[in-house]
């Protein structure tokens, strides 16, 4: 048996792989559903909201793969390619647009939106606190948020063009890294760190990939 062919790594599943785990880290870091993970490990156990989170998401990135993976079978490969390098272009563009209306420290109208979600999902709990009704409640909230979020769509454009496996387990890894963050020290990041810097740092990412995509496409 060739021991150096079992621990051979597909170039395909690495490339995709790092690209899920690295974009998802970047680009979650205090994005809505990271402030919404932070709000409620402040008033329930962080172990069950951060199980909660992370099913939301990993439920959420299979979707987005499984839609990623339908354009591609569905779409010539050029359009894929080429819609990649789009989508990628104008998000990185808008962000870093958005970025400049920014303040350099304070609540930003994301975290306000975050926490009034967060007191309305409360008072429905009321003081039905369990393990389950925490998770649900966890669950819920970020699945809710994280659809149409900008992860959500880099997801599927990723998956659209890339090993779907490799995609999926770095953008499942990346989101669970970013949960922990969230249920621990999530608060003091969003206070402490700009979400203009965190924005700019996105933007710059999704040019970048724009950038990789084409050079794919103009190499060949």
């Known amino acids: 048996m060739n021991i150096p062919s079992l621990l051979a790594i597909d170039p395909n599943f690495l490339k995709g792989f790092t690209s899920g785990l690295i974009f998802i880290s970047i680009a979650e870091l205090g ?4 402030l919404i993970a932070a709000l409620l490990a402040m008033r329930h156990r ?6 909660g989170t992370v099913l939301a998401l990993a439920l959420m990135t299979i979707l987005s793969v499984a839609i990623g993976q339908l354009a591609n079978q569905l779409l010539p490969e050029t359009w894929v390619r080429w819609a990649e390098v789009a989508f990628f272009a104008i998000f990185g563009l808008k962000l870093w647009r958005d970025s400049l209306g920014m303040p350099q420290v304070g609540d930003s109208a994301e975290e306000e939106e975050a926490e ?3 007191l309305g999902a409360e008072a429905k709990l009321g003081k039905q606190v369990t393990v389950f009704t925490v998770v649900l409640e966890a669950f819920s909230l970020v699945f809710v948020a994280e659809w149409g979020d900008r992860t959500q769509f ?3 454009a990723l998956a ?3 090993n779907a496996w490799g995609v999926a387990l770095g953008a499942i890894l990346g989101h669970a890294i ?3 963050i969230a249920v621990n020290v999530g608060r003091w990041v969003s206070r402490h760190i700009s979400e203009r810097v965190l924005t700019q740092i996105s933007a710059g990412l999704f040019l970048l990939f724009a950038a990789i995509a084409l050079w794919g496409i103009v190499s060949k």
């Open 116 to 118: 009034e979600l967060v």
């Open 154 to 156: 880099t997801t599927m």
């Open 178 to 180: 970013v949960a922990v």
């Open 46 to 51: 962080r172990r069950w909201v951060l199980l």
């Open 160 to 162: 659209a063009a890339g």
């Open 31 to 34: 994005d809505k559903t990271f």
